[in-house]
């Protein structure tokens, strides 16, 4: 019996339910994409810490870092729709590995001019832009793509399981930027998130899939769009989802933003406390994957989604308060741990509810919910910010956050029995 095989068998016996915690690791496919995408996410988890703290050092501005935030995902909020119809018309796989080269390729380009000493805030804010198109395509075929890898029987386990592999490397990720960054600069993160995404080409290269079932063609993209945005506005529980998320992600995730802020003015620390910070909030969001991914079903979600949108919340105005760094980064592990239990249980109830031709449409309205929304709080966040102060800002965005999930309880409440 190899080492895998053991641990899957330890995870079976300590759950009720056949392949328990890692129950979908069991699936070839999802075994080499898991591995393939948890390489790449620490890459990119690295990526994105050196990138904020390269943008905050050459412009001193929580403006710039919410200008940055908001060029990068704009074009998710923007073109998402677009990139629903194609993952629910094309070969899902085919569309992965064309966005993970042109991410590599964006990825390498930003470690070059940095390196070369020569990039400036608009050099970053291009390459933004550019991630964030391919960003717009990648996502929602990867959301609808779990599907093809696991079957619907072991969906909300590796959605679980994908949060958990996503939160690690936030961990990791941030951990690795704090330590390289003062010692050789952003740039070799850069370089080596763009060889990390080799990792997810090789993992797609080696699946083995069934060939795919024949699309339905004939009606254009603009009718397409139209058929996603009418199914998602006539379902309650989809559209009630979609705008909890969508609130949430606009006035409660955009404090990622002003996190470099904090680690330097509030709590007066470098890289290695804007590190610690995001690894702290990341190791409270692996909590609440592991949470999730124990769950024997996916019943009562809709209770989960608001009691987790009212901590995400609670836990972001209390963290505002904090001057001391260490209880700083211990008041951001439950707002790690809240995010991704709403987040996850509310990709779970979108997809088990979601009809396969519907399932890309959708899944790029709730990219365009949680990513897409986030530029916009980040332009606000960054404004507010450089108006009011950052502490200020992330309290009244934590405090919307709660108001919000008690405003979209009724609505919820029909999800409960799913």
């Not at 209880?327 to 995010?339: T, Y």
Request: aromatic share 8%; with cysteine; charged share 10%.
């Amino acid at each position: 019996m190899s080492t895998s095989e053991k641990i899957l068998s330890a995870a079976q016996a300590g759950s009720g339910q056949p392949g328990g915690v890692l129950r979908a690791l069991r699936h070839r496919n999802y075994r080499l994409f898991f591995a393939g995408q948890g390489i790449s996410l620490v890459g990119t988890w690295m990526q994105t810490m050196a990138q904020a703290w390269l943008v905050y050092r050459l412009s001193g501005s929580s403006l710039a870092l919410g200008l940055v935030g908001f060029a990068g995902q704009i074009p998710v909020f923007l073109l998402a729709v677009f990139g629903g119809v194609v993952a629910d018309a094309r070969n899902r796989r085919a569309i992965m590995l064309w966005t993970q080269f042109l991410s590599m390729f964006l990825a390498f380009a930003a470690a070059a001019l940095t390196l070369s000493g020569i990039v400036q805030v608009w050099h970053v804010m291009l390459l933004a832009v550019g991630l964030g198109v391919v960003n717009a395509f990648d996502i929602p075929a990867r959301q609808a793509f779990v599907i093809d890898m696991v079957g619907r029987q072991d969906l909300h386990n590796a959605i679980a399981l994908n949060s958990s592999m996503f939160n690690s490397a936030r961990v990791l990720g941030p951990t690795l930027a704090g330590l390289l960054v003062p010692l050789v600069g952003e740039g070799w993160c850069f370089l080596l998130n763009g060889a990390s995404y080799l990792a997810v080409m090789a993992s797609l290269l080696l699946m083995r899939l069934p060939p795919d079932a024949p699309k339905p063609a004939g009606a254009s993209a603009w009718r397409r769009v139209g058929d996603g945005l009418t199914f998602a506005a006539h379902h309650t529980a989809i559209r009630t989802v979609l705008l909890l998320t969508g609130v949430s992600s606009l006035l409660g995730m955009s404090h990622a933003t002003l996190m470099p802020v904090f680690a330097d003015r509030i709590l007066g620390g470098g890289p290695g406390a804007l590190g610690l910070l995001m690894g702290a909030a990341g190791l409270g969001a692996f909590g609440g994957a592991m949470l999730l991914a124990a769950r024997r079903d996916s019943l009562g979600l809709g209770r989960w989604i608001i009691r987790a949108g009212v901590g995400f919340g609670l836990s972001l105005a209390v963290f505002s308060l904090s001057r001391h760094l260490w209880l700083s980064a211990a008041l951001l592990a439950p707002v790690g741990f809240c995010m991704v239990v709403m987040m996850a249980s509310a990709n779970t109830l979108l997809q088990q509810t979601t009809p396969d031709g519907y399932r890309g449409r959708v899944m790029a309205l709730f990219s365009m919910m949680v990513v897409g929304m986030s530029p916009f709080g980040a332009l606000l966040a960054g404004t507010l910010a450089h108006l009011i102060g950052p502490q200020l800002t992330v309290l009244a965005g934590g405090l919307a956050c709660v108001a919000a999930a008690a405003g979209f309880r009724p609505g919820l409440t029909r999800c409960v029995a799913q």
